[in-house]
């Protein structure tokens, strides 16, 4: 395969990804919208629990596949493995799960695409690395973004502190997501990219499973039969699927580029969710959400020569 051809590939493998993982918080709505039998809607504990339990076999046959690879884990990286799967993984997940309650998808897949800024601000904090000023101005255009995607949602009714309760959940899960990535970059590189997402996830499969078991019955599972299509839907095309491709994709084409192909992630979710679920998006809602785009671009995007 030539070069070129590599590398389309890689850009190919990355749009489905993008795509894939985008179409998981406009399922998560729809599931949320399905009535039970019980008169309410499937909870966030319900819905994590069949969305791990359903994609743990597929990261358990990758993992198989992938148990003699080197260079060999040690306990410390075990341990690693266990922390990042809970914080990036479990924690992460619930907080998205918890947020789209009060949130819409457009709008909270938005606020979410600001953890590569995060990334930016922890390994300052964390790792010494000074940003340089076009990184200033990207975290200053993507929190501005952020604030006005919000802006017109603080009329101080109980509905309106709802969604400001839901946008602080989803950035909380921007934010344990970039922790997930700034402690883990290391351990990525070294032991790869598809066998470290497939232990994070059979690991983190754990926590999800006792809180299920330890907070509701084992009734709660009496759903209809729509809420487990867009639970299975949700772990094979928006988890398992998409998780491989951009681990992939990130291979071929570079996370720099990936930053350029992620863009279309929000913007395609803005878009359905207004089509499909009926949200409101407002246009000053999409001033701001183009602000947050073009942050992460700027801060994801190297300088020409540097």
Known sequence: MSAA??????????????????FRPILIKLAYAVPTAAGHPVNP???????????????????????????????????AVAGLGFVGYYLSSLLDFLGLQHVGAG???????????????????????????????ALAMTYAGIALVVLNQTGGGAQDRQFLFGALLIF??????????????ELIKRVGSMRFTAYTMIVSTLPVALQFFILEP???????????WYAAVMATFST???GFLVAEALKRVGANHFALIAAVGPVSVAITSALGLDEP???????????VISGVLLVSLKQKGG
Not at 281 to 291: E, H, S
Request: glycine share 8%.
């Open 281 to 291: 998006f407002t246009w000053l809602q999409m001033a701001g959400g183009m602000l």
């Open 172 to 185: 909380c899960c921007a934010l344990t997501y970039a922790i997930y990535l700034v402690a883990g970059g």
């Open 240 to 242: 398992v699927v998409p």
């Open 218 to 228: 084992v009734s709660a599972l009496d759903l209809p039969s729509s809420v487990w």
């Open 107 to 137: 709008v909270g897949r938005l606020i979410q695409f600001a953890y590569p800024t995060l990334v930016l601000v922890l390994s300052f904090l964390f790792l010494h690395k000074r940003p340089a000023r076009r990184e200033l101005a």
């Open 45 to 79: 504990t319900t819905l994590l629990f069949l969305r791990m339990a359903i994609a743990l076999p597929f990261f358990a046959v990758i993992a198989w596949w992938l148990r003699y690879q080197k260079p060999g884990l040690t306990g410390r990286d075990w341990a």
């Open 5 to 22: 051809a590599y590398r389309w590939w890689g850009v190919a493998f990355a749009l489905a990804g993008v795509i894939g993982f985008s």
